[in-house]
């Protein structure tokens, strides 16, 4: 590569998509769009503000914290520029709240109670629910084509999101308005949610997300039946569009059913698009 080629390459990444002709690819601009929305709209912001309870006192960090990778990309701007730092950041800050919380409101739980509990209130699919709650994703600024494929919607985009915006409160504000923004928002109603997620009936928790994200209930399948009459074993797998989710056992079919549920929210916790498609 010659000098002048690599100035080219330092000039356009200091100052956005290079103009026709100088010798790099432009961004087509529909692209490069958030989806067809200006790139900061004040009211906007106004909006987000008012659904976290927080006024920023620098709005850069919360312009920042929208800014999915995808934006980045087309943009050619470096990644680090994107919100994945203040998401590895919030995510820390969450971590902390969300464990003093639970430290001083059950002070007779173990260790290892805690830990579940946490990772109940703070997983990827509970967290895109805290979103989806005050419209997070229209917020978001991402490249057209990344809204176009359900982008807005995406539970790890949402999830991702919602800890960028914690990590921007906590540098805007200090960690007395992170915590208070996390307890508003992500802590309020903890106790009914670990109720409905820590015991409870696993067929009813995943048709409730698979509806609420997807607008039809997942379907379950008998694999297979084994064993005598008095002593039955079922195979079942829940499904949706197609896709199998989990896989489970019991003595009867209900059982199994519960089984397969509980493997297929298992599965969501750790991949939450794995029924969604490829990102960007």
Do not use: W
């Amino acid at each position: 590569m010659g000098l002048k080629d690599s100035l080219q390459q330092i000039l356009t990444r200091l100052s956005g998509p290079a103009p026709a002709g100088s010798g790099s690819a432009p961004v087509s601009p529909s692209d490069a769009t958030t989806g067809g929305a200006p790139a900061v709209d004040s009211h906007q912001l106004d909006a987000l503000e008012a659904k976290l309870g927080y006024h920023f006192r620098d709005r850069s960090l919360l312009t920042n914290a929208l800014l999915h990778r995808s934006h980045i990309h087309v943009t050619g701007q470096d990644r680090e520029q994107s919100n994945e730092r203040l998401e590895f950041l919030g995510d820390a800050v969450l971590g902390l709240v969300v464990n003093e919380q639970l430290f001083h409101q059950y002070p007779d739980r173990s260790e290892g109670d805690l830990t579940k509990m946490k990772s109940l209130l703070v997983c990827g699919a509970r967290l895109s629910e805290v979103a989806t709650s005050f419209d997070l994703g229209i917020h978001i600024r991402m490249s057209r084509s990344e809204a176009a494929t359900g982008g807005r919607q995406r539970s790890s985009i949402l999830a991702d999101t919602t800890e960028a915006l914690i990590g921007a409160v906590y540098l805007d504000g200090g960690l007395p308005s992170a915590k208070a923004v996390i307890r508003r928002v992500v802590l309020a109603g903890s106790d009914n949610v670990l109720a409905r997620r820590s015991l409870g009936n696993y067929k009813s928790r995943l048709q409730e997300l698979i509806q609420s994200r997807y607008k039809s209930p997942p379907r379950y399948k008998v694999l297979d039946v084994s064993g005598p009459d008095h002593a039955r074993t079922f195979r079942v797998a829940v499904t949706f569009n197609g896709t199998v989710m989990g896989e489970g056992g019991g003595r009867n079919k209900k059982a199994a059913e519960q089984h397969a549920a509980r493997a297929a929210l298992e599965r969501l916790e750790e991949e939450p698009d794995f029924l969604d498609g490829p990102q960007e």
